[in-house]
């Protein structure tokens, strides 16, 4: 099995809105992503959590902060957004290092 | 800098024939190679990917060609079929070690015509 699931699938939000996206793997990886992508380009790495710490932070503005409560969950709350962060945010795991890195679904985002 | 390129936006092939897409590389710490598949507005799904002790891995109709002194890989899909009409990306690691994130390209539309 090699299912990430995301939630929601779907999220509209204006820019005063708090919200919070959800990622969750069975497979016992101990590296999750979240990645970025716009329409017509690749995915673009936002944040990586190496057993439960956060590891690499790709200089996100800090109206995204990302949250690991344990290795089977990561959350990124969101807050003061602007419209140009309307995208299709993916979440990722993998067993660490390089290894194979296996996606979720997606959450497409629309900030009003 | 781009450390993974697909210089091929676009490739049209017919139903049944060979599909073969291209990716370059510069960055010589780079050891693990993987393609993912990508339908609108769905996450990547892993397809294939070879470790730089390898030159070639097969899984069904989707072979993995990489040549290290060149720099380069390509996936070959036989025979193509209209459902693998996605973009392609290709995605590299390396070293094998930390947490290295996945490079990507640009990615490669294939559409398989009928």
């Known amino acids: 099995d090699t299912e990430v699931t995301q939630t929601p699938k779907h999220l509209v939000m204006g820019m005063t809105n708090k919200k919070s996206l959800k990622c969750e793997q069975h497979?016992?990886?101990?590296?999750m992503y979240w990645y970025k992508q716009k329409a017509k380009k690749p995915p673009e790495l936002m944040f990586v959590y190496s057993y439960e710490k956060l590891s690499i932070n790709e200089s996100v503005p800090s109206r995204f902060s990302p949250e690991c409560p344990n290795s089977s969950l990561l959350n990124l709350h969101l807050h003061a957004l602007q419209p140009e962060d309307s995208a299709l945010y993916l979440c990722?795991?993998?067993?660490?290092?390089?290894?194979?890195?296996?996606f979720g679904p997606g959450t497409r985002l629309t900030v009003l | 800098d781009q450390q993974v390129k697909q210089n091929s936006p676009s490739l049209s092939v017919q139903e049944g024939r060979i599909s073969i897409l291209n990716c370059d590389y510069t960055n010589s710490m780079f050891d693990y190679f993987l393609w993912y598949k990508k339908y609108p507005a769905e996450g990547p799904t892993f397809l294939i990917s070879i470790s730089s002790i390898k030159d070639k891995n097969e899984d069904g109709r989707f072979t993995v060609f990489l040549n290290k002194s060149a720099k380069h890989l390509s996936l070959h899909i036989v025979p193509s079929q209209p459902g693998d009409s996605a973009v392609y990306f290709c995605a590299a690691s390396g070293p094998y070690s930390g947490n290295t994130p996945l490079v990507f390209g640009k990615g490669t539309r294939l559409s398989v015509i009928a």
């Open positions: 990722a795991s993998s067993r660490g290092g390089g290894d194979t890195q296996y």
């Open positions: 497979m016992g990886h101990r590296a």
